[in-house]
């Protein structure tokens, strides 16, 4: 900037020579402006360079805090699937629980208020090969005569009820 005032003073100087007859050429002052416009525009052009470089330096930064940003949701999101994952098996879990609790009160209910034990001990049968997802449920008791078993009342899922009957 100084060098292209320098050379617009001098201009000016030699302007005011030429007006004044001491120096008998072209006046200068036309010429004055191309100096300080070739000066302003290296300036403005080492400007933009500056910016671009500091530019491509927060693009970097940037750049590195999103891949970090990423790898950090990554590692979270990951973490939520097997939290999620787990929480499903555990209600899972639970559920069959509360199923299995439900048919044991059931059970429980139909012993309780049951007037024939044949008939209390099928509707056991039922229940718990329903709840167990089984094919046959029986109850059994040692026979007289060993080592037979007698059935005290079954449950065969394709048939329907077992009466009593030795093994």
């Known amino acids: 900037l100084g ?25 200068a002052s036309d010429f004055a402006f191309l100096p300080l416009a070739i000066v302003m525009s290296l300036r403005i052009w080492n400007d933009i360079v500056r910016t671009e470089e500091e530019l491509a330096r927060y693009r970097g930064q940037l750049e590195t805090l999103v891949q970090e940003r990423t790898t950090e949701l990554a590692g979270a999101n990951e973490q939520l699937k097997s939290e999620i994952g787990e929480r499903q098996l555990a209600e899972e879990t639970l559920q ?10 059931r059970i429980a209910q139909m012993l309780a208020t049951a007037t ?8 056991v049968c039922e229940a ?13 008791l040692p026979s007289n005569e ?19 009957t030795p093994l």
Request: hydrophobic residues 55%.
């Open 3 to 27: 060098a292209g005032m320098f050379f617009f003073v001098a201009a000016l100087v030699f302007d005011t020579l030429v007006e004044a007859g001491a120096v008998d050429l072209v006046y």
């Open 116 to 123: 024939d034990l044949s008939s209390a001990l099928e509707q």
């Open 128 to 140: 718990v090969t329903h709840l167990f997802d089984a094919q046959l449920t029986y109850i059994v």
């Open 146 to 164: 060993e080592p037979e078993l007698q059935v005290m009342a079954g449950f065969n899922r394709a048939s329907g009820s077992i009466g009593a």
């Open 96 to 105: 069959q629980r509360v199923e299995e609790l439900a048919v044991l009160s």
